[in-house]
């Protein structure tokens, strides 16, 4: 157990809805940090947040938001999910950027 | 641009042999190095890291990696795999900075055999 949750663990919805995806880091991490893994794509650095702010993007599409809240939690917002946003969604945290990151167990989310 | 490179797939293994996974990267400067598992259905477990001295490093279930700054390479290894072994194993480079976005390489499953 990495001490970082998720929240919820499979989400099954339909194509044109939206989803929030929850992700408490392990105590004391500031950095939060959102990768998606899907098959064609394998695994890919969506967002970072560290202490409530946006630190770095990645490939992270529009129709995505993130947000990390003061009391460090983050959520990871999906809107017009279209069938290609099926995927493994990890949230990760780390104390200090520039350190180890430890993995949630993931959301699995499926559009359809 | 940084990519990291898993040569392997697949690699089939009997139980007690050694495994070796390989690991290449490209970098503007050495980065942080790291090698992940990740077994059916769970998260990423980090099994070892390289920040800086010591080129060998040794991490948790057994496993140990080497880095050569000369080849690019970061390489797993493991001298006797057990059955539980079998997962897929992630590859992954680091800036040093702040903007510390992981990059992962597409991974290589190990099945371990009897």
């Known amino acids: 157990d990495s001490g970082v949750t998720q929240t919820p663990k499979h989400l099954i919805t339909a194509t044109g809805q939206r989803v929030t995806l929850r992700c408490s880091p392990r105590?004391?991490?500031?950095?939060v940090y959102w990768y998606q893994q899907s098959l064609d794509q394998g695994l890919q650095f969506l967002i970072q947040?560290?202490?409530?702010?946006?630190?770095a993007k990645g490939n992270i599409l529009e129709r995505f938001s993130a947000q990390q809240f003061p009391d460090l939690h983050s959520e990871l917002n999906l809107s017009s999910l279209e069938l290609g946003d099926s995927a493994l969604y990890f949230c990760a945290s780390s104390p200090l950027a520039g350190t180890e990151q430890f993995f949630g167990p993931g959301t699995r989310l499926t559009v359809l | 641009a940084q990519s990291v490179t898993q040569p392997d797939i697949h690699i089939t293994v009997s139980e007690g042999a050694s495994l070796e996974l390989r690991c290449n990267y490209s970098?503007?400067?050495?980065?942080?190095l790291f090698w992940y598992v990740q077994s059916p259905g769970q998260g990423l477990q980090l099994l070892l890291k390289?920040?800086?001295?010591?080129?060998l490093v040794q991490g948790i279930k057994g496993f140990e990696a080497e880095f050569k700054r000369s080849q690019s390479s970061f390489n797993l290894r493991k001298p006797s795999v057990h059955w539980s072994d079998a997962a897929e194993y992630f590859c992954?480079?680091?800036?040093?900075?702040?903007?510390?976005?992981?990059?992962f390489g597409a991974g290589t499953t190990v099945t371990v055999r009897a």
């Open positions: 947040y560290y202490n409530g702010e946006e630190r």
């Open positions: 390289y920040f800086s001295g010591d080129t």
């Open positions: 105590s004391g991490d500031l950095s």
């Open positions: 970098y503007g400067a050495t980065p942080y």
């Open positions: 992954a480079v680091g800036p040093r900075s702040n903007d510390y976005k992981l990059s």
